[in-house]
T-cell receptor, first 114, second 112 residues
Framework: AQSVTQLGSHVSVSEGALVLLRCNYS??????LFWYVQYPNQGLQLLLK??????LVKGINGFEAEFKKSETSFHLTKPSAHMSDAAEYFC????????????FGKGTHLIIQP | SAVISQKPSRDICQRGTSLTIQCQVD?????MFWYRQQPGQSLTLIAT?????????ESGFVIDKFPISRPNLTFSTLTVSNMSPEDSSIYLC?????????FGPGTRLTVT
């Protein structure tokens, strides 16, 4: 069975500061890993994904994440936070990419301080 | 990526009634999924709906409560039956492409 743990239900950073959202996963097979963002009263938007190959993946809005197999982690980063980044972020894992349902973490609410 | 729409976008229903949620995709897709997001919570997979076969339900979800139809490759419905206040959630459909999933805007259901 697969699972996802997101450390920190709320993360607060100052505008312009580094954003780091933590995600650890467990999977019995090489995983597909995803980060989604949900703005208030909106649906989920795919930020980035890891399938195979390069372990550092770049996504939209300046976000990137690094797959570390030895640490079973897939942390999300952004060098400089912007007010518009305030949202809920979900890490998810799948064992079959688009062919399997996703298992989500509990989410991290990112707060940007002016 | 596929464009996904859902109807209704929101509804308020009385307990004991049923609501059918529609999910329409602008292209043919094999894999469709239904998720539930309870207030302030993460998303939980309800079932996988493939065209031409019975939906596959996750543990804790049953067909009598959440019947699903998948009549063709662009459309699916989820019915929430005999509703109770605990069914108040956002219900989202998603479509699976080769290596990722895209989500519809969701249906916000409130049961009174």
């Amino acid at each position: 069975a697969q699972s996802v743990t997101q450390l920190g239900s709320h993360v607060s950073v100052s505008e312009g500061a580094l954003v780091l959202l933590r995600c650890n996963y467990s999977s019995s097979v090489p995983p597909y890993l995803f980060w989604y963002v949900q703005y208030p009263n909106q649906g989920l938007q795919l930020l980035l994904k890891y399938t195979t190959g390069a372990t550092l993946v770049k996504g939209i809005n300046g976000f990137e994440a690094e797959f570390k197999k030895s640490e079973t982690s897939f942390h999300l980063t952004k060098p400089s936070a912007h007010m518009s980044d305030a949202a809920e972020y979900f890490c998810a894992v799948s064992e079959g990419g688009g062919a399997d349902g996703l298992t989500f973490g509990k989410g991290t609410h990112l707060i940007i301080q002016p | 990526s596929a464009v996904i729409s859902q109807k209704p976008s929101r509804d308020i229903c009385q307990r004991g009634t049923s609501l059918t949620i529609q999910c329409q995709v602008d292209s043919q897709v094999t894999m469709m999924f239904w998720y539930r997001q309870q207030p302030g919570q993460s998303l939980t997979l309800i079932a996988t709906a493939n065209q031409g076969s019975e939906a596959t339900y996750e543990s804790g979800f049953v067909i009598d409560k959440f019947p699903i139809s998948r009549p063709n490759l662009t459309f699916s419905t989820l019915t929430v039956s005999n509703m109770s206040p605990e069914d108040s959630s956002i219900y989202l459909c998603s479509v699976g492409e080769t290596s990722e999933q895209y989500f519809g805007p969701g249906t916000r259901l409130t049961v009174t």
